[in-house]
């Protein structure tokens, strides 16, 4: 299954919001996980089932999505939410991890 | 807490072997999937293997037939053997813990780089 985030890189102000995208090349109905990833760490699960919270996760990020069209939204941008996102897919094996969206500063 | 620690990569010639060890604390690796992922420089993320429970393993195709995954319950530590290696196979690997929906992953070591290079 292949997963294409759009956009590729995505400059947003601070206090503003970012919505990123990821499309499946089939349905996934909810098996779908997003991550975070800052240079030099290991990545770090944000959502699973397409739309929870994994613990500890602020609430300004909120996910959406089921099928093959997923969003990922993060409100009032503070300095640590600039980073790599991936979204991945684990309805079916291999699972496989989309190309990354870079949210930089604008 | 939960703690995964890779360890066990370095620099090797192609064509070579290396183990790698993920030392897990905090939770039982018999409970778990057990995941490898990994990262080349400048790279997105690649799923390489993972071991499941009644030791069942699942590989990536580009690793498939040359990387074997297992795991020592009473060491708590998964491991990862990889063998014809190959320029390609430079990264860094990371091991993650299963969250229990089957394919995603709630914890990851800070992964261990492997460089293969004549």
């Known amino acids: 299954i292949v997963l294409t985030q759009s956009p590729a890189t995505l400059s947003v102000s601070p206090g503003e919001s970012a919505t990123l995208s990821c499309r499946a090349s089939?349905?996934?109905?909810?098996?779908l996980a997003w991550y975070k990833q800052k240079p030099g760490q290991a990545p770090r699960l944000l959502i699973y089932g397409a739309a929870t919270r994994a613990s500890g996760i602020t609430a300004r990020i909120s996910a959406f999505g089921s099928g093959t069209e997923f969003t990922l939204t993060i409100s009032s941008l503070q300095s640590e939410d600039f980073a790599v996102y991936y979204c991945?897919?684990?309805?079916?094996?291999?699972?496989?991890f989309g190309q990354g969206t870079r949210l930089e500063i604008k | 807490d939960v703690q995964l620690v890779e360890s066990g990569g370095g620099l090797i010639h192609p064509g070579g072997s290396l183990r790698l060890s993920c030392a897990a604390s905090g939770f039982s690796i018999f409970n778990h999937y057990m995941t490898w992922v990994r990262q080349a420089p400048g790279k997105g993320l690649e799923w390489v293997a993972v071991?499941?429970?009644?030791?069942?393993?699942r590989y990536a195709d580009s690793v498939k037939g040359r990387f074997t995954v297992s795991r020592d319950t009473s060491k708590n530590t998964v491991y990862l053997e990889m063998n014809i290696l190959r320029a390609g196979d430079t990264a860094v690997y990371f091991c993650?813990?299963?969250?229990?929906?089957?394919?995603?992953?709630?914890?990851w070591g800070q992964g261990t780089l492997v460089t293969v290079s004549s």
């Open positions: 993650a813990r299963d969250g229990g929906a089957g394919g995603n992953f709630d914890y």
């Open positions: 071991i499941q429970g009644g030791d069942t393993t």
């Open positions: 089939q349905s996934l109905s909810s098996a």
């Open positions: 991945q897919q684990y309805n079916k094996w291999p699972v496989t």
